[in-house]
């Protein structure tokens, strides 16, 4: 049984999260009555599932077996490891690409293994290789249509790349991000080795826009709209990017802030920084969730005020 991917098949049938630093992944329980805060967990690793409300427990045969009715051991084992990829959807998806004739933002000095997902490319894949297929399906559970062609988002056409599994978010002048696409993966994204420097995500919203948003992650500004940036680093906007906003001719900036205590910390760094260059600054503070799953946000107008303790 090496060919099985329980991941594909519960994303098939389930709203999944996966459980941080964990091999787990959380459904709401199909055998409880109602279930609405993702009691069953199930391994990644073992074949086994359980529920921490009824108890129901088991392998991932029995789950197939009593989820979809079926007492055959062969048609549950036939569930868990045929193509989860439906080729239909995604003929479906090539199809209403090419009617929409959308064209793709202008991307440069991307890497030889890079494919977008735009009407053309999309048509030369192959079936059997499953990068493509993988990583459409998992951007179009987040993305639009129109935001995947927009913005580039591809995925790495070779298949014994170590990105192979990964969506890729094309930045600027060769730089890019490559997010996991498999939920349980250690590391969600991984860049390019070279620094950023001042680049940005959907840095042509500058020369665009008086008023832009700044998020952390490139997932967050697409949910966010056209009018939405996103710096990409861990730590923060780095010096150069720092640079480049206030050099732009955008007025007002709304800075994204997620829950974490130390996105806060670099939010107000950033505020400070365009606000001390005469930017007038909003900070969009999210008690819960994040733009890309419509969490609950407050928006504050910046000042020196709230850097003192009162946010
Ligand atoms: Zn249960």
Redesign the pocket.
Known sequence: MNNYSIDDWLHANFDVRPVSSSDELTIC?P??SN?TKY??YVSTVKPVAY?H??G?AGGYIKLIQEHTGTESYAEAFRQLTKPTVNINDYQTVVQQLRQRKLEPIKLTEMPEWYVPFIPDSMLQVKPNVPNAKLALRYALKRLSIDEIVHYGIGYCDDVNHQLALRLIIPIERGYYQARAINTHSRQKYINPTFEIEDRLFNAQALTQYKHIFITEGAISAIAVGMDAVATLGANGATALQRKRLVRSKVERFTIIVEPEAVAHRKAIELADYLAGYGKRITLRLYRSGDPADEGIFVDKPYSMAMKLGSV
């Open positions: 329980c055998f409880c279930d009691h069953m529920c409300k009824c129901w």
